[in-house]
């Protein structure tokens, strides 16, 4: 089905493992992005990506590690998983410059770092 | 710096009741985007509706609506009618300006339930 695909929808993991959080989409947005969703604090941009091999910093890039070497991946990783990490993590995608464009997202994984 | 406010973060309804969730911007850039999202139980953010900062129009999808006014700098949303199914998480973001070094900066959202 055409759309946009997070896995898994549900991770718990330890501290200090590796975490590596997925994101498929089937429009061939050229825009990518990785929230984190927190009680209190709405949604927060960790990285972003403009294409395939281009990727910057959000508001909240510490600790997380993307690539996107396929138009349709943008993967997200926790090299070392913390439990402020515990949150709920939301990709999305957009067709154009992310200023007029509306972002559409995926389900959300939930991640608890125990 | 630019920062959305929803000061709401919480608003109970009976169903059919009118209901209004407010939005505050700052900007410095004469040219920005505004939208709203809506979050229901499920977890997926569901894309609303864009404004941008040059058409003041208010707009009416159904029993929808939204208010903008660049003189408070307000894009407030009103559900006319609530059903229960319009109980979810609402948010407001902004973006500003053309290009790829903008933000999409999110409020802090707010939780709308809707009683039978």
């Known amino acids: 089905d055409a759309g946009i695909t997070q896995s898994p929808r549900y991770k718990i993991t330890e501290t200090g493992r590796q975490v590596t959080l997925m994101c498929h989409q089937t429009?061939?947005?050229?825009?990518m992005f990785w929230y984190r969703q927190d009680l209190g604090h709405g949604l927060r941009l960790i990285y972003y990506?403009?294409?395939?091999?281009?990727?910057d910093k959000g508001e909240v890039p510490d600790g997380y590690v993307v690539s996107r070497s396929k138009t349709e991946n943008f993967p997200l990783t926790l090299e070392s998983a913390t439990r402020s990490q515990t949150s709920v993590y939301f990709c999305?995608?957009?067709?154009?410059?992310?200023?007029?464009?509306?972002?559409?997202f995926g389900p959300g994984t939930r991640l608890t770092v125990l | 710096a630019q920062k959305v406010t929803q000061a709401q973060t919480e608003i109970s309804v009976v169903e059919k009741e009118d209901v209004t969730l407010d939005c505050v911007y700052e900007?410095?850039?004469?040219?920005?985007?505004l939208f709203w999202y809506k979050q229901p139980p499920s977890g997926e953010l569901v894309f609303l509706i864009r404004?941008?900062?040059?058409?003041?129009q208010n707009e009416i999808s159904g029993r929808y609506s939204w208010n903008f006014q660049k003189s408070t700098s307000s894009f407030n949303f009103t559900i006319t009618a609530s059903q229960v199914v319009d109980s979810a998480v609402y948010f407001c973001?902004?973006?500003?300006?053309?290009?790829?070094?903008?933000?999409?900066?999110f409020g802090k959202g707010i939780t709308l339930s809707v009683r039978p």
């Open positions: 999305a995608s957009s067709e154009g410059g992310w200023s007029y464009n509306e972002q559409f």
């Open positions: 429009w061939s947005h050229s825009y």
């Open positions: 990506s403009a294409a395939a091999d281009i990727t």
């Open positions: 900007t410095r850039d004469t040219t920005y985007y």
């Open positions: 404004r941008n900062s040059f058409d003041e």
């Open positions: 973001a902004l973006s500003e300006g053309t290009g790829a070094n903008s933000k999409l900066t």
